[in-house]
């Protein structure tokens, strides 16, 4: 089974869903979708690990390029799929997806939409990385999980960009956003980069959600 090999690749959690319906992200990347696209099997990457007494990077700067990790499993999936179906397709993507990450971990009944626009997973809470198989192969979709964000404003209080609002997310006032960007940045955006006390990212939203205070340290060896 799918989940069987994503475990023997060392992925904890796996979780299928229909290619139709998932939001597919500009041009530039849908020329990577395999023709006759059917289903997405989307797999997480937990990454928390334990905290040093002090610390001002985000938490998934802490371990390894997650890139190079997430491929390496990945792509022994994909290796062993297509051995099994030769006259099928598989694509796998880590980061630079054709499609919305979050919402195929929610179809692929894996977690739910938080405020913070970041997938809320039962075991690990946001702290997971998203990949995903693109393939030609029908495969029997999972079921999106019952309940929701709780809505309370614990992430909103705490984001120093003021992303988090009513109207929902807006990634581009994130100081985790604004930290990765290339280029010249404007005055907002340099005000924003001094709140927080963080040098580079920020992830004060995901520690404040009251859904994520037991999340599990990851059991992906390469990342301690």
């Not at 998932?22 to 059917?38: W, Y």
């Amino acid at each position: 089974s799918i989940q069987t090999l994503c475990a023997q690749a060392g992925i904890p959690q796996v979780g299928v869903c229909a290619f139709a319906g998932l939001p597919v992200l500009p041009v530039g990347s849908r020329r990577r979708i395999p023709a006759g696209t059917q289903s997405c099997i989307v797999a997480l990457f937990p990454y928390r690990v334990p905290e040093p007494p002090r610390y001002n990077l985000s938490r998934y700067a802490w371990i390894p390029d997650y890139h190079q990790v997430a491929e390496e499993m990945l792509g022994r999936v994909c290796t062993d799929l297509r051995q099994q179906y030769p006259a099928e397709q598989f694509e796998p993507f880590v980061d630079a997806s054709p499609i919305g990450e979050v919402a195929a971990a929610v179809a692929a009944g894996l977690g739910i939409f938080g405020d913070n626009g970041q997938l809320i997973t039962a075991d690990y809470g946001s702290y997971v990385f998203i990949g995903e198989i693109l393939t030609t192969l029908s495969l029997p979709p999972d079921q999106p999980i019952n309940g929701g964000c709780l809505h309370c404003g614990c992430c909103a209080a705490v984001c120093p960009g003021g992303c988090i609002g009513p109207d929902g997310f807006e990634k581009v006032r994130c100081r985790s956003y604004i930290s990765q960007k290339k280029g010249v940045l404007t005055a907002e955006e340099e005000a924003s980069l001094r709140k927080g006390g963080m040098a580079w990212g920020c992830d004060l939203c995901l520690p404040a959600c009251p859904m994520k205070h037991s999340a599990a340290y990851t059991p992906i060896t390469a990342f301690l």
